[in-house]
């Protein structure tokens, strides 16, 4: 500590800061906040020389380069200390946790993810411009080496402590070939290698990049999949394709991109960062017992599960063994569990609708005291679904301020069920013949679900024996 004292005065003159621990998530590096006066800097331990020296040199060439990183300000001589610019507290992971959490963006999330992948195409072909690789550690570039580490790193601390039975020989030869595969393109672009939105951190909005250490030359779909796929991301399949979009209309600023060649090799690097890191959490979480790690596990699982779904024809071996491995009993509760949300309408005189899940019916909402359209004749072989009836219930108002009152209770229900890895929810609007109010009601509950999480949305307007199916995009 009194090294980072030392560097703390000789940098700013001034010799008694206050001295606050940070977290330091998975590293082994320790970080500590030292203020005095309205001088507030970021002070680094890192047990490593070489790991030290890697980031040291890497960030005084990306400041050279502009690049949005935190300036290294005072180094040690042995380079085991140094202090860096303090960059404030506002994590990416952070601040789209409302997002993670429930697979729902909002606008302002999704702004700074697209300035977030926007960024790391300039930062990795930006990045590596003028750079001397050989500074990177413990390798200098994404080759052969590196890949079989990786892959064994998933056979050793992962796939082994499933003890599954399995041929080593065929499964290395489906490593082969999809080590060949990876390794196909040159690549003279920046592979920051641990690229996930904990090492984004956010200045006044803007995207700053940290813990790139580990970072080496190679190729760039290496990033996007760590982002894309991080284990805990939870990006919905129609907003990781926007961001796909951004990033490559990014990188075309500097290169021809072939999207549908981008985006199939972009699949190989995903299964390939998939199984680095379920041996990395394999390792962190059943060798090292560190709890963080193992509850990590299920998210990364359900990533390949997804994956797996189109199957990879190429590595018919590693494909048959990680069907195996997913379906084991062991990982039975670790399989995405998706709410579904039942809408219904309903005419009181009739009952309420029962509950087929079991859990005992949810939201009932009563229509009877809003203007009722089937007082009129001319509406009497119409429903809530048809024009004549609708203009009536917008006209009149009444059924917008109901419907509005009640968008936000039901919302913040389906963003807990969804949190909370719950499946059933029940929504009935009832009203005296179950033929006009509650069908408007329903239909429009059920749309709003829809567009706003995504998640399969069952509708059924009993009265009128009508059903409708809303799939759910995530």
Request: hydrophobic share 35%.
């Amino acid at each position: 500590m009194k090294e980072l004292v030392q560097l703390f005065k000789d940098y700013t003159g001034k010799s008694n800061p206050q001295i606050e621990p940070l977290p330091s998530s998975g590293s082994n590096r320790r970080y500590y906040r030292l203020k005095q006066e309205d001088i507030s800097l970021i002070g680094v331990f890192g047990q490593s020389k070489e790991e030290n020296h890697a980031f040291i040199e890497l960030s005084r060439h990306f400041h050279k380069q502009k690049l949005n990183t935190p300036q290294v300000l005072s180094v040690s001589d042995d380079e085991m200390f140094y202090i860096q610019e303090d960059l404030g507290d506002t994590v990416l992971f952070d601040t789209i946790k409302a997002g993670r959490l429930t697979g729902v963006f909002s606008a302002e999330e999704k702004e700074v993810l697209h300035k977030t992948v926007a960024k790391l195409a300039d930062f990795q072909v930006l990045g590596a411009k003028e750079l001397d690789f050989s500074v990177c550690y413990p390798q200098a570039e994404f080759n052969s080496r590196s890949v079989y580490w990786d892959l064994n790193y998933f056979k050793y601390n992962f796939l082994k402590t499933t003890e599954m039975e399995f041929q080593e020989d065929l499964l290395e030869n489906d490593f082969d070939k999809l080590a060949q595969h990876l390794l196909q393109d040159e690549s003279d672009t920046f592979l920051y290698r641990d690229f996930q939105s904990r090492n984004v951190m956010l200045v006044d909005g803007d995207p700053y990049f940290i813990d790139y250490q580990g970072g080496r030359k190679g190729p760039v779909y290496y990033d996007v999949a760590s982002f894309l796929w991080q284990a805990k991301a939870n990006f919905p399949d129609d907003l990781r394709d926007e961001l796909i979009k951004t990033y490559i209309a990014s990188l075309k600023k500097y290169r021809e991109v072939d999207e549908a060649k981008f985006i199939k090799k972009l699949r190989l690097f995903v299964l390939f960062r998939t199984l680095q890191v379920l041996g990395a959490y394999g390792f962190r979480g059943y060798f090292e017992k560190k709890p963080h790690f193992i509850q990590s596990i299920p998210f990364a699982l359900n990533n390949l599960r997804e994956l797996l779904k189109d199957g990879f024809d190429e590595y018919p071996y590693l494909t048959k063994i990680l069907h195996e491995m997913i379906n084991l009993k062991q990982f039975a509760d670790t399989q995405k569990r998706e709410l579904e949300v039942r809408v219904f309408s309903f005419a009181y005189k009739k009952g309420i609708p029962n509950d087929a899940s079991g859990n005992g019916g949810g939201y009932v909402f009563d229509c009877r005291a809003i203007n009722n359209p089937g007082k009129f004749e001319r509406y009497n072989n119409v429903t809530g679904l048809d024009d004549s009836v609708i203009k009536f219930l917008e006209d009149d108002g009444e059924m917008k301020i109901f419907l509005d009152n009640i968008y936000p209770l039901v919302d913040s229900h389906v963003r807990r069920y969804i949190e909370r890895n719950f499946t059933n929810l029940m929504v009935s609007f009832g009203c005296t013949g179950g033929q006009h109010r509650s069908v408007y009601a329903a239909q429009k509950m059920a749309e709003h679900i829809s567009k706003k999480f995504g998640i399969r949305v069952s509708l059924v307007h009993r009265e009128q024996n009508l059903e409708q199916e809303f799939k759910s995009r995530n």
